[in-house]
């Protein structure tokens, strides 16, 4: 409550300040700026009366918190429950549940592992769908609590006050799974946190695997900034009034949040970003994250050759068809990428590329969106360019990752990116977002003594391959009088320096220019992938890489299966059991 009256007394002040100096620096302080004075105390006074309000409404919502949990039945003993309304999504977080469910159950001999999920769906549907997308086998039988207010968690329900409503079904939701069965272990694999109060009352120990925290610092300073993005509308962040109340509305929520920690016993994270964020919400309880990556099935991708058919080029995206993807960013910087290629044999390769889109569909709403795809790859002149494959099994996507060049992922503030991890692990160089899970864990360069043992291996690719050069050459083999690319290494040999290289190179991030190792002196770091954030820095890597020679591809490509193979399920499993093993019945 003191949180929240300070933060409600603090904004109107720094707002009001905040306009008295775009008065002041558009029409001087004159009865304009005596207006926006008296419009800003009349708004403290509106925002101190909500949060007398607020008071009352707590102390309300405490008395009703505790009836409901003196409602709720007694724990079962044994049972390990997992928390995940949408199991059958076939993303990254469904994904994480199934390795989770096997770890449990090897880990402990007794439990009984029980999924509260959506009404619909069958436990040999959902484990037949984790062999054929994740290629992960439950052997032992699981149960399903069906839950029937779980379509009151979809985001697209509540088109205004999205998180906040999606809160209060989280709460129904957990509400209904708690009467069902109290479990001894409660595993949230969702990042709802809003009913761990509940399950903690009611006795269970709570797990909670975070993949994104509901509420961030960088969500918030976009707010402040007045950026518009995916989750601050244009409409808001150029009112500065709306722009008070949404960030009033972010800390209240970040409050509730930030208390909903106390209940967790074990906190595990899937990044160094989120383990940051929650770090700053869930730090009072002192109980430190822990760091889990994701579980990807690298051993599989990584039997992938390096090598790549030069005839049809194309690069993959692999991502469930949800508005956060980005997909039009990615459909704009093809386009544009095609759109700057020359009439050299480089620039050939880029048009005659093809983009191929992987992605998980989870009914109407998905649907909807990917017609729209479709009509706007149409729009941009992409329809002869661009592939659709909705709901691949999974040894469709290793067969679609073994013949690819590149992988797109071009998601703000992704918490991990397993996407990215899977291309790396395949030989397929990244083109990732500059943010988050991608820039901190994922697309790092090699140190130079990693580097020398992955050159080891692209000399063995390169041998395989024939020396033969890259996307240049339509025909499977390059022109040796072709002119190359430009890349640091190439550009070396042409006597320019470095920094002329990056001039060139233009606006990239750094993992764009630094120079690639040249085994055997491996001196500097190696580059594992691009990374970029606008469109024209994704279209300039999207023409590098399909335009670079095969060497420097196949270079860059085994660096970057190196610095996969410490991302795996067996990781993953052996980390969550130490997480977690002493929580689970024996």
């Known amino acids: 409550t003191i949180w929240v009256i300070e933060g409600a007394c603090t904004l109107p002040l720094l707002l009001r300040l905040h306009f008295l100096q775009d008065v002041h620096n558009t029409c001087g302080i004159g009865r304009l700026g005596v207006i926006h004075r008296n419009t800003m105390d009349a708004l403290l006074v509106i925002l101190l009366g909500l949060v007398v309000l607020l008071v009352v409404v707590s102390v309300v919502l405490a008395c009703v918190f505790f009836m409901l949990a003196r409602s709720l039945p007694p724990v079962q003993k044994g049972v390990v429950a997992f928390f995940h309304p949408f199991a059958d999504g076939g993303g990254g977080g469904e994904r994480v549940l199934w390795c989770a469910v096997k770890a449990v159950q090897d880990a402990s001999k007794t439990a009984k592992v029980v999924i509260y999920v959506r009404e619909g769906v069958s436990a040999q549907q959902l484990l037949d769908d984790a062999a054929r997308r994740f290629n992960i086998h439950i052997d032992k039988p699981i149960q399903l609590l069906p839950l029937r207010r779980a379509p009151l968690l979809l985001p697209e329900r509540y088109p205004r006050l999205t998180l906040v409503r999606q809160a209060v079904a989280a709460v129904g939701a957990g509400l209904e799974a708690l009467r069902q069965c109290v479990p001894e272990v409660f595993i949230d694999t969702t990042g709802w946190a809003f009913p761990y109060p509940w399950a903690a009352w009611a006795g269970a120990r709570v797990v909670a695997y975070v993949h994104y925290p509901t509420l961030s610092s960088d969500m918030l300073a976009r707010v402040w900034s007045g950026a518009a993005g995916f989750n601050n509308g244009p409409e808001i962040a150029e009112s500065p009034v709306k722009s008070a109340a949404k960030l009033l509305y972010y800390w209240l929520l970040a409050g509730w949040y930030g208390a909903c920690g106390g209940a967790v016993a074990v906190a595990a994270v899937n990044s160094s970003w989120t383990r940051r964020h929650m770090r700053r919400l869930w730090g009072w309880t002192g109980r430190q994250p822990v760091l889990v990556y994701p579980p990807v099935d690298t051993p599989a991708l990584l039997s992938l050759p390096l090598d790549r058919p030069l005839k049809q080029l194309y690069l993959v995206s692999v991502a469930q068809f949800r508005p956060e993807k980005n997909h039009r960013l990615q459909l704009q910087a093809f386009a544009a990428a095609k759109r700057a290629a020359g009439p050299t044999l480089q620039g050939q390769a880029v048009r005659e590329a093809k983009l191929k889109f992987i992605g998980g569909v989870r009914g109407p709403g998905d649907e909807a969106r990917l017609a729209e795809l479709r009509g706007y790859a149409e729009e941009l002149g992409l329809g002869d360019s661009v592939e659709w494959i909705p709901n691949a099994p999974y040894s469709q996507l290793v067969s679609l990752l073994g013949g690819a060049v590149g992988g797109l992922h071009a998601m703000t503030d992704e918490h991990f990116g397993i996407s990215v991890v899977e291309y790396m692990a395949a030989g397929v160089v990244p083109i990732a977002h500059n943010s988050a899970g991608p820039a901190e864990d994922i ?122 193979a410490r991302f795996s399920t067996a990781r993953f499993m052996q980390d969550f059991t130490a997480a977690v093993g002493g929580l689970l019945p024996p």
């Open 443 to 564: 697309v790092l360069p090699l140190e130079p003594h990693e580097a020398a043992a992955a050159a080891l291996s692209d000399n063995t690719a390169a041998a395989a391959a024939g020396g033969a050069a890259g996307g240049g050459a339509a025909g499977g083999g390059a022109d040796p009088h072709a002119p190359t690319p430009l890349s640091s290494s190439s550009a070396e040999a042409a006597g320019t320096s470095p920094a002329e290289t990056a001039a060139h190179e233009g606006s990239l991030l750094p993992h764009l220019s630094e120079r690639p190792c040249s085994p055997p002196q491996c001196s500097a770091p190696q580059i594992t992938g691009f990374l970029a954030s606008s469109v024209e820095e994704y279209a300039e890597a999207i023409s590098r890489l399909l335009g670079m020679e095969q060497r420097e591809r196949l270079r860059i490509a085994a660096a970057a299966q190196r610095r996969a």
